[in-house]
């Protein structure tokens, strides 16, 4: 068996694909300890309530939160900056190629009621990227990962997995979009 691949100096978890399978839980490295009387959030974990039932949507969003968590937890272990900024550029480009993708199911939308949703939700895209790379720059000069990037993480499954792509889904299917 391969052992899981190391990617800016962070095992992996091997991925399985396949749509049947349920993340309960992200392995984490129980050295690494993130007490909730700390004030930190605990990591990011994929949870099947996050589903919206479209299988790319899905898919993107169960990788998102993974390779958040993988994130986190380099953080958490204070490994070397450089590997952490790697790690979040790598997931930084992995969540603007997720917003491209809905923004093309998007294009499908006609009714008034769907466009304020578009607009929306597409505004709520860029200012989450801004706030992502503010967050990665200050990274950059020395803030604190752990911190900042809970932030991150708990703003990633409110706003954008939860809210705005259930929202999104009602719309595609009362507009007849197939899913």
Not at 30 to 56: C, F, M, N
Request: proline share 5%; glycine share 6%; aromatic share 4%.
């Amino acid at each position: 068996m391969n052992p899981a691949p190391v990617k800016h100096g962070v095992r992996m978890k091997p991925r399985n694909h396949h749509p049947l399978v349920i993340l309960h839980s992200i392995t984490l490295n129980p050295k690494v300890t993130r007490l909730q009387g700390d004030g930190l959030l605990p990591p990011a974990i994929w949870s099947e309530t996050y589903r919206v039932g479209h299988a790319e949507m899905d898919h993107h969003h169960r990788q998102l939160v993974h390779d958040f968590a993988v994130i986190q937890q380099a953080a958490a272990a204070n490994l070397p900056r450089t590997q952490i900024l790697g790690l979040l550029d790598d997931w930084l480009d992995q969540f603007a190629r997720h917003a491209r993708m809905e923004e093309r199911l998007m294009e499908q939308l006609t009714l008034p009621m769907s466009q304020d949703h578009r607009e929306a939700h597409m505004a709520e895209h860029v200012a989450f990227l801004h706030q992502a790379m503010d967050i990665r720059n200050a990274l950059a000069h020395g803030e604190d990962a752990v911190h900042a990037l809970d932030h991150l993480g708990a703003q990633m499954i409110a706003f954008d997995m939860i809210r705005r792509d259930f929202e999104l889904i009602g719309l595609l299917l009362h507009e007849g979009i197939a899913l």
